[in-house]
Each structure stands twice: as C-alpha cells, then as structure tokens.
C-alpha cells in the first residue's frame, strides 16, 4: 500500500501519527523553491507541525528548478511524506515517525512556470523559501521574461514582479523571503542579487521601490542532519512497520534549528515559530551562524576529504574508530573553537562541541562522507578560510591540524580521469565523482605541477580564495608535508601518524 491521502484511512500502525483531513484544506501560504530532504527535514517539518496543533493553518506549494528527476512520488503521494526521526535527546533514545502533510503540490519550473506565476495572485501567499545549495544564490544576466528564467534569483525576481503586477504595487502585498542556502547573510545576498536583476532588466523604478520596501529578505540559519531516504534493508524495515511504503520517505536526526533574523512584524507573519522553540526569531542570529557554520559544518569540511580517504564511508562509522573520533574532538577543541571570528564564550563552544559529537555518533543516521564533498571547493572557501585567516591575527605558528584537512581536500581533488564535464578521482583501485565546479582547474593543477608547486600554485591563487593563503608563515610547507605524507603512505597511515604524536606529546 502506497502512502497517500486516499490510504491514510487503511494505516493502523499506532508507529505513526496521521493528519486530519482538515489539514488539505488550508490554504497555500508559502512558496517553496527546491524539494530537497533539507527543506522537507526541516522547514517543511515546522511547519506541519504548526498545522498539526492549529497555529500557522498553511501549507507549501513547492517549485522544482532543476531538470533533474521529476515530480511523479510527489503526486502520487499527494504530497505526503514520512519523517523518520533517530538519535539520543537528554540521554533518551528518540524514534519517531511522522507523516508530514505541509506540502499541498509540486510544480515544475520547465513544464510549469505560467502555473507558479499564478500563485502570485493568490493574497494568502506571504512567505517564500528557498535552498538551491550554496550555488543558486549567485548573480546571472538572466531574462525575467523567460519562462523559466535560467536561474532561482531570476525565478525569484520574475515571481515578484509578477506579484506587484497583481496588486497593482500595494504596500502589503510583498513577501517575507527566506533562503536557507549555507551562505553567510543569505538574506541580504539574494536581496542585492533580485535588486540587481532587476536594474539589468529595466524594470520600473515604482517596482524596484515596491521590492526594497515591501518585501523583507531575512538571513536565516539552519541546522539538521536530514541524510534522505535510508538503505534499502533500513528502509524495508521501517516500512513494513509503519505498514504502507513511501518512495520520499526521509531520516533525519532528531536536534534541529531553525535561526531567524526578524523583528516583531516578521515574527507575526512566521507564526509557525510559536509550535516549537526550535524555530527562533531574533534581531541577530550571528551567534547561532557561526557556532553551526563553523563548528558543524567547517568541521564537516575539513574531515570529509581525510574521512572518505582513509576508507570510512559515514560519518558514525569514522567516529567509531578511535583515531578518527579523537582527531575530530581535537579538531573542533583546539582548532577550529579558538579561530572562530566572533566573539564566543568559551563555556558556549564547549557546550556545542559535545551536542555535536552527539549527534556525529548517532548510530541511525548514515550521514555519507562523499555527499558532504558536494561543492567541496566552495564550502571550503566560506566555512574554513576564515578560521585559518583569524587563525593567524592571533598565532604566527601553522594550524597543524587544519594543514591536515586542507592536504586532503587537496587529494580529494586529484581527478585521473575526465569523461566529458564529469571529472573522477580514484580510491584503492575504484573511481568516485568530484562533483566540484572547480574539478576542472585542480584536474589541470595536478596534472600540470609537481606536488610541492601544486601546493604554493593553489595556495597563492586569490582567484579560489579572496586571499594569498601561500602569505601565512608555514601553511604552505606543512601542507606539503601532509599532503606528501598522504601520497607516499596513505591517508590511515597519515592519520595513525598523527594520532602517535599526540600520544607521545
């Protein structure tokens, strides 16, 4: 029996709560760009359960941007969704299943982009959500008129423009906006990229008036673990239990965060926020930014590439290895918490690290070290280089465990093969993806210099970083070491190595 609404009436687990019918009536109140597990895993789930006790009464109409897949399990569906919750909250263990009902359809932006703009005409409509990865939210000349338009801040600003066209520019008739893209001040980017697009289209100065005025983009902050729908033997599992299969059922774990910046009129309209305190409104969320931003998600990206070669192939089974958990404690204690570039009580770094160890240990999420190498490159240059550049206004000695990290990303990077745009690296014999924009560049790095030029030709291109890494007094040579240290005796010996000296020391 497939999940949907027709079938909800024939699921008798008690596993699972079920939505009352009411909840398909509500009306379309946020428009959503992207179906990802992250919005379903986090956003979306807020917001249904809002909906569930009686609080916000809207749900989501959802625009797929890419071409890539189709929107068949959404309507087969009916848009509903199993949430499947797993970890350890104040030492219990949590597991729970959640039929989420948010979502009211899904459209395509290729086959049906006159349909979304319709949605612009509907008044209840307040409040638009987005995350097309760290690489959506970037400037393209693009054409509003184009149906669709090329990219999300061209859809967005085609979506608007069609809106004040609607209602003829009224004041209060403009959105709340709020990317969850892992970029700093995502709000305010997208903000100046829309205003942007809109001079280089030529639209009315009484528009851009209206979109500066009425309209209010919030930076925003999320923080979930969502790994998407489980293995097949997990996920079998779960549903014979739950007795009803589910093709967009999803896992996530159970610590979630949901950061808003917003003042009293934003909060009115983000009602959703009072159904759980996970959700949080406030003037300033730069605190809750860098502790994830750097803590979680740096953390994330400084190990991922050291973690993937050195043959761990989750985030828990690298934690179960002695070596690998104490070299990412050290990491984050001795690294990465000292280098942030804001001001933090040590007592709140400390607190987070452990939350975070918690939740990297969680034996039900089987968080793939290779899917967080997605956008290596960039994640990189916005969560790390700033912690290596604070780094050094406070020590003029190299981060040692940082120049570890840095080497293997470095030979994460190290293409052999290329097959049209795709370009693969190689691992004991098999080959992996690098699904990098930059794969193409650090294909003809590798392949054109020796290892140590590799380095000083990576580190001194301010092109890739905004910064002259090579400047910093001996990152360069210890990321040569590491990265030599890499190549001659492999990543598990390299890390062993460095598990010996900090036993000896």
Same mark, same amino acid.
């Given at each position: 029996?497939?999940?949907?609404?027709?079938?909800?009436?024939?699921?008798?687990?008690?596993?699972?709560?079920?939505?009352?019918?009411?909840?398909?009536?509500?009306?379309?109140?946020?428009?959503?760009?992207?179906?990802?597990?992250?919005?379903?895993?986090?956003?979306?789930?807020?917001?249904?359960?809002?909906?569930?006790?009686?609080?916000?009464?809207?749900?989501?109409?959802?625009?797929?941007?890419?071409?890539?897949?189709?929107?068949?399990?959404?309507?087969?569906?009916?848009?509903?969704?199993?949430?499947?919750?797993?970890?350890?909250?104040?030492?219990?263990?949590?597991?729970?299943?959640?039929?989420?009902?948010?979502?009211?359809?899904?459209?395509?932006?290729?086959?049906?982009?006159?349909?979304?703009?319709?949605?612009?005409?509907?008044?209840?409509?307040?409040?638009?959500?987005?995350?097309?990865?760290?690489?959506?939210?970037?400037?393209?000349?693009?054409?509003?008129?184009?149906?669709?338009?090329?990219?999300?801040?061209?859809?967005?600003?085609?979506?608007?423009?069609?809106?004040?066209?609607?209602?003829?520019?009224?004041?209060?008739?403009?959105?709340?906006?709020?990317?969850?893209?892992?970029?700093?001040?995502?709000?305010?980017?997208?903000?100046?990229?829309?205003?942007?697009?809109?001079?280089?289209?030529?639209?009315?100065?009484?528009?851009?008036?209206?979109?500066?005025?009425?309209?209010?983009?919030?930076?925003?902050?999320?923080?979930?673990?969502?790994?998407?729908?489980?293995?097949?033997?997990?996920?079998?599992?779960?549903?014979?239990?739950?007795?009803?299969?589910?093709?967009?059922?999803?896992?996530?774990?159970?610590?979630?965060?949901?950061?808003?910046?917003?003042?009293?009129?934003?909060?009115?309209? $983000?009602? @959703?926020?009072? *159904?759980?305190?996970?959700?949080?409104? !406030?003037?300033?969320?730069? #605190?809750?930014? =860098?502790?994830? &931003?750097?803590?979680?998600?740096?953390?994330?990206?400084?190990?991922?590439?050291?973690?993937?070669?050195?043959?761990?192939?989750?985030?828990?089974?690298?934690?179960?290895?002695?070596?690998?958990?104490?070299?990412?404690?050290?990491?984050?204690?001795?690294?990465?918490?000292?280098?942030?570039?804001?001001?933090?009580?040590?007592?709140?770094?400390?607190?987070?690290?452990?939350?975070?160890?918690?939740?990297?240990?969680?034996?039900?999420?089987?968080?793939?070290?290779?899917?967080?190498?997605?956008?290596?490159?960039?994640?990189?240059?916005?969560?790390?280089?700033?912690?290596?550049?604070?780094?050094?206004?406070?020590?003029?000695?190299?981060?040692?465990?940082?120049?570890?990290?840095?080497?293997?990303? $470095?030979? @994460?990077?190290? *293409?052999?093969?290329?097959?049209?745009? !795709?370009?693969?690296?190689? #691992?004991?014999? =098999?080959?992996? &993806?690098?699904?990098?924009?930059?794969?193409?560049?650090?294909?003809?790095?590798?392949?054109?210099?020796?290892?140590?030029?590799?380095?000083?030709?990576?580190?001194?291109?301010?092109?890739?970083?905004?910064?002259?890494?090579?400047?910093?007094?001996?990152?360069?040579?210890?990321?040569?070491?590491?990265?030599?240290?890499?190549?001659?005796?492999?990543?598990?010996?390299?890390?062993?190595?460095?598990?010996?000296?900090?036993?000896?020391?």
């Amino acid at each position: 029996m497939k999940l949907s609404r027709y079938n909800l009436k024939n699921i008798t687990s008690e596993r699972v709560a079920l939505p009352d019918e009411e909840i398909f009536e509500l009306p379309e109140k946020v428009l959503q760009f992207g179906t990802g597990v992250l919005l379903r895993g986090l956003p979306d789930y807020f917001i249904d359960a809002a909906n569930k006790v009686g609080i916000f009464n809207g749900r989501i109409v959802v625009v797929k941007s890419t071409s890539k897949g189709d929107t068949t399990a959404f309507d087969k569906q009916d848009g509903l969704y199993t949430l499947c919750e797993r970890g350890i909250q104040d030492g219990n263990k949590v597991e729970e299943d959640i039929i989420c009902s948010a979502i009211s359809r899904v459209l395509n932006a290729q086959d049906e982009w006159t349909e979304i703009l319709k949605c612009a005409h509907n008044p209840e409509l307040q409040i638009i959500i987005s995350n097309t990865t760290e690489v959506g939210i970037q400037l393209v000349k693009d054409d509003i008129r184009k149906h669709p338009p090329v990219s999300f801040p061209g859809k967005l600003l085609s979506f608007l423009y069609e809106r004040f066209i609607a209602f003829k520019g009224s004041e209060d008739s403009g959105f709340v906006i709020i990317p969850t893209e892992l970029i700093l001040e995502n709000g305010k980017k997208l903000e100046s990229i829309v205003l942007e697009l809109a001079h280089l289209n030529s639209l009315e100065d009484e528009f851009i008036e209206w979109l500066e005025n009425s309209n209010y983009f919030c930076n925003s902050l999320v923080d979930r673990i969502v790994t998407g729908m489980p293995e097949k033997e997990t996920k079998n599992k779960i549903e014979n239990e739950l007795g009803y299969s589910d093709d967009l059922l999803i896992m996530s774990e159970v610590y979630s965060l949901w950061a808003i910046e917003g003042d009293e009129k934003i909060k009115n309209i $983000l009602s @959703f926020a009072d *159904a759980d305190e996970e959700v949080v409104i !406030e003037p300033n969320i730069d #605190l809750h930014r =860098e502790l994830k &931003l750097r803590l979680l998600n740096g953390t994330h990206t400084l190990t991922c590439g050291l973690a993937f070669l050195a043959g761990f192939d989750t985030v828990q089974h690298a934690m179960e290895d002695g070596t690998f958990s104490a070299f990412i404690e050290d990491l984050m204690r001795n690294g990465i918490a000292p280098a942030i570039p804001f001001e933090i009580d040590d007592a709140t770094k400390q607190s987070f690290i452990s939350k975070v160890l918690d939740r990297f240990r969680n034996p039900h999420i089987a968080h793939q070290w290779k899917s967080i190498t997605l956008n290596y490159t960039f994640k990189m240059k916005m969560r790390c280089i700033p912690l290596l550049i604070n780094h050094y206004k406070n020590m003029d000695t190299p981060p040692s465990l940082f120049a570890l990290g840095f080497a293997s990303y $470095l030979y @994460f990077m190290k *293409a052999v093969k290329q097959d049209g745009k !795709e370009f693969y690296g190689e #691992l004991n014999g =098999e080959e992996y &993806l690098i699904e990098d924009p930059s794969a193409e560049r650090f294909y003809r790095f590798w392949k054109n210099n020796s290892v140590d030029t590799l380095v000083e030709e990576v580190l001194k291109d301010i092109s890739i970083w905004g910064h002259d890494l090579s400047q910093f007094n001996g990152f360069t040579e210890a990321v040569k070491n590491n990265l030599n240290n890499i190549i001659n005796k492999g990543m598990k010996a390299t890390l062993d190595t460095y598990h010996s000296k900090k036993t000896v020391a």
